[in-house]
């Protein structure tokens, strides 16, 4: 007849007996199924240095406090978020400053306008990582010591277990031992026979995975402090047919980490050959990009060989440690610009625009610094406002609005200014904007500002014979972000091991097996088997019966002296069993 029992009673603690104490060797059972560290009676620290020391470093090497400071990292991200950040645009950051003054010193004292690098920040990021190195090494060395062990011999009192089953054999003890050795390790249970039971333990995985887990934070704080520190980021507007050398000088705007230096600059160098654009004609997604390519040559070092590429969105050139992403495009309307006289001060220069839609629609600033002398031959500076369409939907047909991104009908209109541009001044200026406060409207015959709209091959005549504009043709533009972001690989390593790590901890229960067979009084081999998890599960239970009805099949059952023989599998609580 077999007993199967599945859980100990409500009222009953496992590993003690009603009216008895506690059984040890259940206790030993049950220890060493974690490596987490025993949790210690509440009590004050010794009196001294060294006893407050131990003490802190014992709260702060805790697992509750780790994820204390993991979730105080993850609120002290979120300003950096929601206010703007020096590193990241300083424009902003002034614009912010000029609208609040009351509250832009109090941002400044908290350093809230540079999170990342605050002390604040920094204090719980450096702890956090002394958290978890605190957690993980101990433990680590307790796991160790656990894999080069065995697991312990089964208590004396297998009844007590949450999982357990019973039956009566006529086999020889020593064959149901090495019948469910061989079982056990056919299982993938790490078995050893130990007295007169197998002990048998499986499920260290769990335990792999929570360390994973923990390392994987580890290097994932490594591996995005190098990157905050040591990352650039810049962007350059390229011309077709001109190039980019990768120094500071040659970018249109650069950010980086504080111990980044002009050396970690890899050193190349490209040519944008062409770029080519695609868009639906037709249908309602018209206008909407299919192809955006650029197709350049570049070098590595200063004597490289020359190499063909082509840089697509989303699918950047990799060169060294840099990343070359194409970001953006425009056009470039070429211009003439000639004096009084009819001298060329500027000659088909090609002058970028800012899009300002999704049909390209740009708009921006022709500047003539140097070399223009008005009608009384006094020298000046030019400024034109200009906005381009690269598909103008004709006269009368509606508004300077382009109609597709291609250029199917270039059109550029102009606006013309005369006096000093401010450039000469040392205070910076947009490229792309006109500084009105030293320029003089050219007039028209209404008294009006005189501005005019251009077809290619187009000339506009400024008055009083002040000289000419020509627009001769459009040239492509890409813009490009160059990116150096050291430790990206650690940390997507370090986020999939993480994830890997932290399923493993989660789904993969550590569970330990005891069999015991001996002899009975009248002579019948007992077969006694108990399971014990760490957590309360099913599992333990059905994995505890697939065990035994496969071990009672090599040792199946004798009848008990005062019953008929019972045939019903182990594994299955007979009709009454404890439950």
């Known amino acids: 007849m077999s007993k199967t029992t599945t859980n100990a009673p409500e009222d009953q603690a496992p590993d003690q007996a009603p009216d008895q ?81 009351t509250l832009a010193p109090i941002y400044d004292k908290l350093g809230l306008f ?8 920094s204090a719980i990021y450096i702890l956090l990582f002394v958290s978890l190195i605190g957690c993980i090494v101990p433990r680590t060395w307790q796991f160790v010591g656990q894999l080069r062990g065995r697991p312990p011999a089964a208590p004396k009192r297998l009844t007590r277990l949450p999982a357990y089953t019973t039956w009566r054999t006529e086999a020889e003890p020593e064959q149901v031992r090495e019948a469910a050795l061989a079982l056990l390790k056919k299982r993938r249970f790490r078995a050893h026979l130990s007295g007169d039971a197998v002990a048998a333990e499986k499920g260290y995985l769990r335990e ?35 190039g980019f050398a990768n120094t500071l000088t040659q970018y249109d705007d650069f950010k980086s980490g504080n111990l980044f230096t002009q050396d970690d600059l890899d050193p190349f160098s490209f040519t944008l050959k062409d770029f080519h654009g695609t868009y639906e004609a037709t249908g309602p997604n018209r206008g909407t990009p299919r192809t955006f390519q650029a197709a350049v040559t570049y070098s590595v070092g200063a004597y490289g060989r020359e190499r063909n590429a082509t840089i697509k969105v989303n699918e950047p050139l990799e060169i060294g440690g840099s990343k070359v992403y194409l970001v953006s495009h425009g056009y470039a309307p070429i211009v003439t610009v000639r004096d009084a006289k009819g001298n060329v001060v500027m000659d088909k220069a090609a002058v970028p625009l800012l899009p300002l839609d999704a049909n390209v629609t740009s708009s921006g600033a022709i500047k003539v610094m140097d070399g223009y002398r008005n009608a009384r031959g006094e020298r000046e500076q030019l400024g034109f406002n200009a906005f381009f369409v690269p598909s103008f939907a004709g006269e009368g047909h509606g508004t300077m609005l382009s109609q597709f991104p291609a250029l199917l009908n270039p059109a550029l209109a102009l606006s013309a200014y005369h006096g000093d541009l401010g450039v000469d001044s040392g205070i910076p200026q947009s490229v792309y904007q006109l500084n009105k406060k030293n320029l003089k409207e050219f007039k028209d015959s209404k008294g009006e500002l005189f501005k005019k709209r251009l077809a290619v091959g187009e000339t506009m005549t400024l008055p009083n014979g002040a000289g000419s504009v020509t627009f001769d043709g459009v040239k492509e533009w890409a813009g490009f972000q160059i990116t150096q972001q050291p430790g990206s690989g650690w940390a997507l390593t370090g986020a999939v091991a993480a994830i890997l790590g932290l399923a493993a901890s989660l789904f993969v229960q550590r569970r330990r097996v005891w069999v015991r067979a001996v002899r009975g009084a009248d002579g019948v081999t007992v077969v006694e088997m108990a399971g014990l998890g760490r957590s309360e599960s099913a599992k333990v239970p059905e994995e505890l019966g697939d065990l035994a009805g496969t071990l009672y099949e090599k040792a199946p059952g004798a009848p008990d002296p005062d019953h008929e023989p019972d045939t019903t599998d182990p594994a299955v609580p007979a009709e009454g069993a404890e439950q």
């Open 114 to 121: 540079h999170v990342y690098s605050s002390v604040w920040f």
């Open 21 to 101: 104490a506690p059984d040890h060797d259940l206790g030993a059972a049950r220890s060493q199924l974690s490596t987490a560290p025993a949790e210690e009676g509440p009590g004050l620290p010794a009196l001294g240095v060294i006893g407050w020391a131990r003490w802190f470093w014992r709260q702060l090497t805790s697992m509750r406090v780790a994820l204390l400071l993991l979730l105080l990292l993850s609120l002290a991200a979120i300003p950096g978020s929601l206010i703007p950040q020096t590193g990241v645009d300083a424009t902003q950051v002034a614009d912010f400053r000029e609208r609040h003054e």
């Open 208 to 242: 792999v995975g929570n360390l994973a887990f923990h390392l994987a934070l580890i290097v994932m704080l490594i591996a995005f402090a190098w990157g905050q520190l040591f990352k650039s980021e810049g962007n350059k507007l390229v011309l077709e047919g001109d």
